[in-house]
């Protein structure tokens, strides 16, 4: 991850703002698991886990595959995505003058 425009930079700190997610992602620091020896490790449930997966999987912050073991079934593993955000003064300057505007609410335009 190199450069963040706004939006991208608060999906990814969004995305890393909870306890579980950030369990996640140090447990997934060791290297790639699967779902559920990941939910084991951290202490939720899989379907918890799947949600936590979902939301840092879309701000591009991990990677699924799935695979097939040796026995036929499939597992879905997950992985760290490459990751290198040095958090700076100057970044969140950069980052804010690209954000989005606000939608403006019909009381606003009256």
Same mark, same amino acid.
């Given at each position: 991850?190199?450069?963040? %425009?706004?939006?991208? +930079?608060?999906?990814?700190? @969004?995305?890393?703002?909870?306890?579980? =997610? $950030? =369990? /996640?992602?140090?447990?997934? &620091?060791?290297? =790639?698991?699967?779902?559920?020896?990941?939910?084991?490790? /951290?202490?939720? &449930? =899989? #379907? +918890?886990?799947?949600?936590?997966?979902?939301?840092?999987? @879309?701000?591009?912050?991990?990677?699924?595959? $799935?695979? $097939? &073991?040796?026995?036929?079934?499939?597992?879905?593993?997950?992985?760290?995505?490459?990751? %290198?955000?040095?958090?700076?003064?100057? +970044?969140?300057?950069? @980052?804010?003058?690209?954000?989005? #505007?606000?939608?403006?609410?019909?009381?606003?335009?009256?």
């Amino acid at each position: 991850m190199t450069t963040l %425009d706004g939006d991208r +930079l608060v999906e990814v700190l @969004a995305a890393l703002a909870h306890p579980v =997610r $950030l =369990r /996640i992602v140090a447990q997934l &620091s060791r290297g =790639r698991d699967y779902v559920s020896h990941l939910a084991r490790e /951290i202490g939720v &449930s =899989r #379907p +918890l886990l799947h949600l936590h997966l979902q939301k840092l999987e @879309a701000a591009g912050l991990v990677v699924g595959n $799935l695979e $097939l &073991s040796a026995d036929g079934k499939a597992m879905k593993y997950f992985e760290l995505a490459e990751l %290198d955000l040095h958090l700076t003064p100057g +970044l969140v300057v950069d @980052a804010a003058a690209t954000l989005t #505007p606000p939608a403006t609410s019909a009381q606003e335009d009256s």
